[in-house]
């Protein structure tokens, strides 16, 4: 089965006090999509990968394509208005033999090799949906419009959701096609009535939103 992963380089970079792209935030001197993408080449099972970036950014974005340790496996492609429809120009780049997708998120830049490879081995032993996620240290609240709280999830039950998420291709394509949009992949699967295994997650694979974040990553960046 051959592996491409669908790079998402989209979201905007305001609540990073950014003027760009979130993708093309700095850390360390370095872009996240290009932390990102030297971790993803890194998988040996990886052999295509398709970044989509924002029709603003699509010059840096073959830039920093350009410059990573295989170019020739990398293409760049524009997104669209919103996560799912840039996903699915990602799905539209696919070569005819990419069986099994990753869709990861560039903001989630320090997510080691080793997830890629976890989520590798589980959708190739059969499970058509694949996500990592963390268990949840916080007691969460269901609330309604006014405040009140009408829930308490039992939290032992709940997994924060990280990418890359992996799926099957036939079924990654069908949910896109059925089910709309959503906040991440797995949620159209669910959607189109599909199962979705949760694995294990990693603390690097945070995703970056603010500038805590940034200071969380670069102290994850000092650890490597």
């Known amino acids: 089965m051959s592996v491409a992963v669908v790079l998402v380089a989209?979201?905007?970079?305001?609540?990073?006090?950014?003027?760009?792209p979130k993708a093309f935030v700095p850390l360390d001197g370095e872009p996240l999509l290009g932390h990102a993408l030297s971790r993803v080449l890194a998988v040996r099972a990886v052999d295509h990968v398709v970044i989509v970036a924002p029709a603003t950014h699509l010059d840096p974005a073959r830039s920093i394509a350009r410059a990573s340790a295989r170019p020739d496996a990398v293409q760049v492609v524009a997104g669209g208005e919103d996560r799912s429809a840039s996903v699915a120009a990602g799905l539209r780049a696919l070569a005819p033999g990419d069986d099994v997708v990753l869709v990861h998120d560039a903001a989630r830049a320090l997510a080691p090799p080793e997830l890629f490879d976890a989520v590798v081995r589980e959708v190739r032993a059969g499970h058509p949906a694949v996500v990592p996620g963390l268990p949840v240290a916080d007691t969460v609240k269901s609330v309604d419009a006014d405040g009140r709280v009408v829930d308490t999830p039992d939290r032992s039950a709940l997994r924060a959701v990280q990418t890359p998420q992996g799926?099957?291709?036939?079924?990654?394509?069908?949910?896109?096609?059925?089910?709309?949009?959503?906040?991440?992949?797995?949620?159209?699967?669910?959607?189109?009535?599909?199962?979705?295994?949760?694995?294990?997650?990693?603390?690097?694979?945070?995703?970056?939103?603010?500038?805590?974040?940034?200071?969380?990553?670069?102290?994850?960046?000092?650890?490597?």
């Open 10 to 20: 989209g979201g905007q970079g305001a609540r990073l006090g950014a003027p760009e």
């Open 167 to 224: 799926f099957s291709r036939e079924t990654l394509e069908q949910a896109h096609a059925s089910s709309g949009s959503a906040s991440d992949d797995a949620g159209l699967v669910e959607r189109a009535g599909g199962t979705v295994r949760v694995i294990a997650g990693d603390a690097r694979a945070m995703k970056v939103t603010t500038p805590h974040d940034l200071a969380v990553a670069a102290l994850f960046l000092r650890e490597e």
